[in-house]
Every structure is written in C-alpha cells, then in structure tokens.
C-alpha cells in the first residue's frame, strides 16, 4: 500500500501534468498570450494559486509546456521507427497510407505542431529540443527510405522533412483536400527518390552539412 507521502507525491505530479496540459491547450488556442497563471489553473479546473506554487513564473510555465510535449512528439516519433515496412510499397498504396494520417491529424492539428515547434525554435533554451524534434523526423525517414532499399537515404530524408513541413503549412489554408494533398506529397517524395537513384555515386552519397 502506498504511503501518505507517496500519495501526496503522485497528486502532485498528476497537478503538474494537468498545468502542462492545459497551458499548450491555450497556446495552442492564442498563443503565448492566452497563457496566463488564472487561464491555465481554470483550463486545469484547478485553485486560481496553483501555478504559482509549482512554476516560479509564467514564461517557466510556457517553456516547460513546450518542452514536454516536444519530448512526447520525439518519443511518438521513435516508436513509429519500429513500424514494419513493406519494400513493395508503390506510391498509390503510400498515398492511400498518408490520406489515413492525414484524416487523423487534421489541419488545426498540423497548425498547432508547427506554432509551438516555432514557438521553441525561437527560444535559446528549447532551440535544442526543437532541433531534436527535427532530427527525429529526420531519422525516422531514413529508416523508411532504408528498408525501401534506398542507398544513402539521409539527403533525400531530409528533403522529403522540408516537403512534410510545407504541406503542414499549405494546409492550414485548404487549397487543396487531404487526397490531394497525400498524393501531391508521396509523388514529390517519389521524385527525390528517383533524383537520388539518377544521382553519380559521389552525389548519392553525400551528406546534408547544412
């Protein structure tokens, strides 16, 4: 059985959790600014106080919030790594498979990854987290493009994270619908990998330095 200290521990944490929660809510609603100590204790459903007994200030709040959840995005990231990849994939099957992600990642969805990405990048302390965000997009792809039999995959992954940023980006405006979007995207994907292939050996098996 779990001690009083114990207990008192564990609703401590889940209190801190539920502040974290909530204040990415709100950002991801308003903005920096729409995160304040009353709006993220009342998103909780918590005491008006609470905030400021578990952060020493609102900007500590913020940046912890995207920090977590940027550090659960990487983890998410790494476990997709281990999905089993069909070497036969052709692209209208991987178009089919990227509509289906796209049905559950809506475009408020896609909007809210890339503001508090953004949001990260541009704060010295979580520049790193957010470069490690990248570079987990990154390796997942080239695990991806590896077990298709790609050679030297890590240029054409890198390629392929600035195309899945652009398409977040362009759907945040609906030009085109979630079909269309998928096959836009995997036929552009294919066309790096066919560049690639088409490459001269020393360019295939470049790195990216930049």
Excluded at 36 to 62: D, K, M, W
Excluded at 116 to 142: G, N
Excluded at 143 to 153: K, N, S, T, W
């Amino acid at each position: 059985m779990a001690s009083r200290a114990q207990l008192s521990q564990a609703r401590s944490r889940a209190r801190r959790d539920e502040l974290l929660a909530a204040a990415i809510d709100l950002f991801a609603e308003g903005g920096a600014r729409a995160v304040t100590h009353r709006a993220v204790a009342a998103r909780a459903g918590l005491p008006p106080a609470t905030t400021t007994y578990y952060f020493a200030s609102i900007e500590e709040l913020v940046r912890e919030a995207l920090s977590t959840h940027i550090t659960s995005w990487v983890a998410t990231l790494e476990a997709l790594a281990d999905v089993e990849i069909d070497p036969r994939l052709d692209l209208g099957t991987a178009s089919d498979f990227v509509t289906s992600i796209f049905a559950t990642r809506s475009p408020e969805k896609a909007g809210t990854e890339l503001a508090i990405y953004l949001a990260a990048a541009r704060d010295p302390e979580l520049r790193e987290a957010a470069a490690d965000a990248l570079r987990a997009l990154e390796d997942l792809a080239v695990r991806f493009f590896d077990r298709l039999g790609v050679q030297a995959p890590r240029e054409v992954a890198a390629q392929t994270v600035a195309l899945i940023a652009g398409i977040a980006l362009r759907r945040q405006s609906g030009p085109y619908d979630d079909a269309e979007e998928a096959r836009l995207l995997t036929t552009a994907i294919g066309h790096l990998v066919a560049a690639h292939l088409a490459a001269t050996p020393a360019e295939a098996t470049a790195t990216v330095t930049s």
